[in-house]
């Protein structure tokens, strides 16, 4: 099993930044495939961005450019640093992880997740 605690969400108006990291504890692999989703007030839950142990990263296309995806592979940790947040950022941000699963966009391919942190921007 792997625990997944995400930290950093919270408030933030347009134009600003917030940076979230998610801590895995429990049985981690060299394999381990890391993301963050979101989910936002009545929209599917979507890949913002994956990173790869070997740190191969994809980016959705309504983040490039804007948000950083970056791990530490010694503490197990993930990060999403999000800079020039826009109102259509606000949402839950969830962080999963995968195994044996190489650089993947779909959800259903990840076996572990968090709870989830709030992301709100205001206008």
């Known amino acids: 099993q792997v625990q997944l605690v995400e930290s950093g969400g919270g408030l933030v108006q347009a134009g600003g930044s917030l940076r979230l990291s998610c801590a895995a504890s429990?049985?981690?692999?060299?394999?381990?495939?890391m993301a963050w989703f979101r989910q936002g007030p009545g929209k599917e839950r979507e890949c913002v961005a994956a990173?790869?142990?070997?740190?191969?990263?994809y980016y959705g296309d309504s983040v490039k450019g804007r948000f950083t995806i970056s791990r530490d592979n010694a503490k197990n940790t993930v990060f999403l640093q999000m800079n020039s947040l826009k109102p259509e950022d606000t949402a839950v941000y969830y962080c999963?992880?995968?195994?044996?699963?190489?650089?993947?966009?779909?959800?259903?391919?990840?076996?572990?997740w968090g709870q989830g942190t709030q992301v709100t921007v205001s206008s």
């Open positions: 999963a992880a995968g195994i044996h699963i190489g650089l993947t966009r779909v959800a259903e391919d990840y076996a572990y």
């Open positions: 429990g049985r981690t692999s060299t394999y381990e495939t």
């Open positions: 990173i790869t142990w070997g740190l191969s990263i």
